[in-house]
């Protein structure tokens, strides 16, 4: 398998539920990403792991805790959320340069609704 | 805070038609990459414009960057119901390792 794979692709969870969602990348990066995509709203990162070190937290509640247990997998485990949580959860690597040239490779996402 | 601006928000046009969308910031970046992210999906990357000025040109598509580098345009010619999609534009946040993005155009190409 190639690229970066996220299971599950849809989640749906009550308030009470404990879930946590898996991004795997068979790319051989150095960093792994989550990011948030609502409706109406532009994709928030939430969290940067650079060779599985956690280097951003984009003031994030602590209802969302990402692992990263090695530099090819990359979990967030959800807890008491809310329904406002609900959107489209995207995982991303990319192989840090330090060049102007960095790109990012997405999964596609779990689609997670909060009930 | 450096932020990107996308319009229009939506797009809706019949195939054959040629258009225009923008990325707008008042703050200059080292480069600007746009994405193009179809339903159920995640965005996948189309170019990366790193010069002041630059045009890259993909088959139908002919992205520029503004010759201030705060700005850049995607034209696409004779749009076909394949480039349906959400396009979005990204930038590199100054000293940190991450991108921020704009809020995306929306483009419906109609047969």
């Known amino acids: 398998e190639t690229g970066v794979t996220q299971t599950p692709r849809h989640l749906v969870m009550g308030m009470t539920n404990k879930k946590s969602l898996k991004c795997e990348q068979h790319?051989?990066?150095?960093?792994m990403y989550w990011y948030k995509q609502s409706a109406k709203k532009p994709l928030e990162l939430m969290f940067v792991?650079?060779?599985?070190?956690?280097?951003e937290n984009n003031s994030v509640p602590s209802r969302f805790s990402p692992e990263c247990p090695n530099s090819s997998h990359l979990f967030l485990h959800l807890h008491t959320l809310q329904p406002e949580d609900s959107a489209l959860y995207l995982c991303?690597?990319?192989?840090?340069?330090?060049?102007?040239?960095?790109?990012?490779?997405f999964g596609s996402g779990t689609q997670l609704s909060v009930l | 805070t450096q932020l990107l601006e996308q319009s229009p928000q939506f797009l809706s046009i019949q195939e054959g038609e040629n258009l225009t969308v923008y990325c707008n910031s008042s703050?200059?970046?080292?480069?600007l990459q746009w994405y193009r992210q179809e339903p159920g999906e995640g965005p996948v990357l189309l170019v990366t414009?790193?010069?002041?000025?630059e045009v890259k040109k993909l088959k139908r598509l002919t992205f520029q960057f503004g010759d201030a580098r705060k700005d850049s345009s995607l034209h696409i010619t004779a749009a076909q119901t394949g480039d349906t999609g959400l396009y979005l534009c990204?930038?590199?946040?100054?000293?940190?390792?991450?991108?921020?993005f704009g809020q995306g155009t929306r483009l419906t190409i109609n047969p």
């Open positions: 991303a690597s990319s192989q840090l340069s330090g060049t102007v040239d960095e790109k990012l490779f």
């Open positions: 790319l051989g990066h150095n960093a």
């Open positions: 792991y650079s060779l599985e070190e956690r280097v």
């Open positions: 703050s200059v970046f080292s480069s």
């Open positions: 414009v790193v010069t002041g000025g």
């Open positions: 990204a930038g590199p946040i100054q000293g940190a390792q991450k991108l921020v």
